[in-house]
DNA sequence: CGAAATATGTCAACATGGCTGACATAAATG
DNA sequence: CATTTATGTCAGCCATGTTGACATATTTCG
């Protein structure tokens, strides 16, 4: 739990920046400096990141929108529509157009609500559910090389920065969402 | 140069989900375990890092995609399209709608080359300059904030973790240009 | 019970920012 | 001089976001 990280390794197989940037001071970022390095490395990784899954949904004729649709509620099965626009921050036109692809095509299925029957709950079927996970698995091998090479406890770290990077209203919200889905276990699909 | 990061310490001031991730193993990620956690923080945390951005452009009637074209402009100054084209990896006609904006509006100007009378090298302007500067500043408080939340040591392993989430091939491109741009110092505008 | 609130869906229209394809111009290059 | 290069531009399409107005079913409450 208590992790002692011993960064003085490199990465040690591209142009070292760090070089660089630790020689000017990059401790804590002189006041007024511009972080242009994380900047800029967000960038560049997001979009790869994001690329990963670009590729294979073009394959469906699927787009972001989908995928993020997907991944929420295989992540959260059961989940509610209002659940998926507020965690998704779109209206429920944008939801609309692309939840009615991925239920018409057999990926994402709704059923009433038990006690209450005017929600639509959300369920991935065994199709979704399988191409949310194939997404998932690329994105967790580009996260594992990258963890890897970075040396031991780089995922605690990473988790707590990226943590911290989130707004502090929505923080503890998005830390109950991720807690809350890794014990929803499959209740069915 | 060499940092030693103790981690122990913990961002103290939110729900905690690195107890139960960390008490169920996730050093190195479990093969065939997605990485949730760290898949789900960096949407979330990319979406408040760029929201920080969107709310300021919006006053100014401008989106993302002016947001990167000045930003890349400002950090590279006397920069070709061609090469703007190639980083942000759009057409040009994407390019060209926003460009022509940002020039038509003072934010941008382009300049023949010196050399190559056929080049449109391109410089912010003060007030391109200053737009840049605030939004960089944003995201910076933010990137500042985390850092120091999530400890010392922090820059260092999130600047090493977002180079190695980067695509291999590309790699080597980016740690280049975020060089270069921290060398090129106004030669002009 | 009946009125109001709630959960969801849908139609229409519009904006942003990607894309392809075709074509134009000026300048460099061989 | 012919070709290639750097850039711009017109026209139109697509994905995905937006607002506003309604429709329907169901629950909740006075």
Known sequence: MADINVTA??????????GRSSSSGSQSIAAGEPAWDIIELLFFAYRDFVGDADEVLAKFSFGRAHHRVLHFVNRNPGMKVAELLD??????QSLGRVLKQLVDQ???LQKEGA?????????????????AMK?????TERIARALKDTGPGTHD?????L?????AEGRDR????????DHARRPRA
């Not at 006690?115 to 191409?131: C, H, I, P």
């Open 9 to 18: 390794k490199t990465t040690g197989k591209t142009a070292d920046l760090t």
């Open 87 to 92: 965690i998704l921050k779109i209206t429920k």
């Open 106 to 108: 057999g990926y994402v």
């Open 115 to 131: 006690n209450d029957r005017r929600q639509r709950l959300l369920y991935v079927t065994s199709k979704g559910e399988a191409l």
């Open 135 to 139: 997404l998932a698995g690329l994105q």
């Open 157 to 161: 770290t990473a988790r707590r920065f």
């Open 163 to 167: 943590t911290a990077m989130l707004d």
């Open 174 to 181: 998005v830390l109950r969402l991720i807690a809350r889905a």
